[in-house]
T-cell receptor, first 111, second 114 residues
């Protein structure tokens, strides 16, 4: 079946630290991969995406590269800010009609 | 364009009752999906509607049902509520005309079952 596995949280970092949130997937085929972010009390917002192998998605200083050989889509940011504190979800879809989400990783950035 | 809207934002019900949640998609989006978010299970797909027809369905009991109207607005109904139904219910809409496989999420309805 299709599934997404994310690193367990919570993650606590100091401002300007380097962030990596690991995401691996299992899928029958070649899905599109996404990172969504959820701020407290809000719904999910699309952060970045990649639709094929070796694609790199990027937005607001975050990056993730679609690695087919390792079935991974790790999220990285070189220097986190307090405003990046949120829950991050990795997800995959084939058609865009049904998404499979990871369990989410909570990030807290302290000044 | 206005985003996905969900009403109500918060609901408190008791066991055995039923509840109806509403979702208005982004204008022009004809696909609407529903997800249940809980701390233990994360985000789980409930169902997807397109052109008033259920096109995909997740692994939830028949107590969970939905429908879509001709204007693409969607409702989700949960009957005979159980404590475990307490969750954030998220609705997402998608533009099926383009090639982008993106879903746009609403803020959710927080359901508490007492």
């Amino acid at each position: 079946g299709n599934s997404v596995t994310q690193m367990e949280g919570p993650v606590t970092l100091s401002e300007e630290a380097f962030l990596t949130i690991n995401c691996t997937y299992t899928a029958t085929g070649y899905p599109s991969l996404f990172w969504y972010v959820q701020y407290p009390g809000e719904g999910l917002q699309l952060l970045l995406k990649a639709t094929k192998a070796d694609d790199k998605g990027s937005n607001k200083g975050f990056e993730a590269t679609y690695r087919k050989e390792t079935t991974s889509f790790h999220l990285e940011k070189g220097s986190v800010q307090v405003s990046d504190s949120a829950v991050y979800f990795c997800a995959l879809t084939f058609t865009g009609n049904q998404f499979y989400f990871g369990t989410g990783t909570s990030l807290t950035v302290i000044p | 364009k206005a985003g996905v809207t969900q009403t109500p934002r918060y609901l408190i019900k008791t066991r055995g009752q039923q509840v109806t949640l509403s979702c208005s998609p982004i204008s022009g989006h004809r696909s609407v999906s529903w997800y249940q978010q809980t701390p233990g299970q994360g985000l789980q797909f409930l169902f997807e509607y397109f052109s008033e027809t259920q096109r995909n369905k997740g692994n939830f009991p028949g107590r969970f049902s939905g429908r879509q109207f001709s204007n693409s607005r969607s409702e989700m109904n949960v009957s005979t509520l159980e404590l475990g139904d307490s969750a954030l219910y998220l609705c997402a809409s998608k533009d099926v005309q383009g090639l982008r496989n993106e879903q746009f999420f609403g803020p959710g309805t927080r359901l508490t079952v007492l």
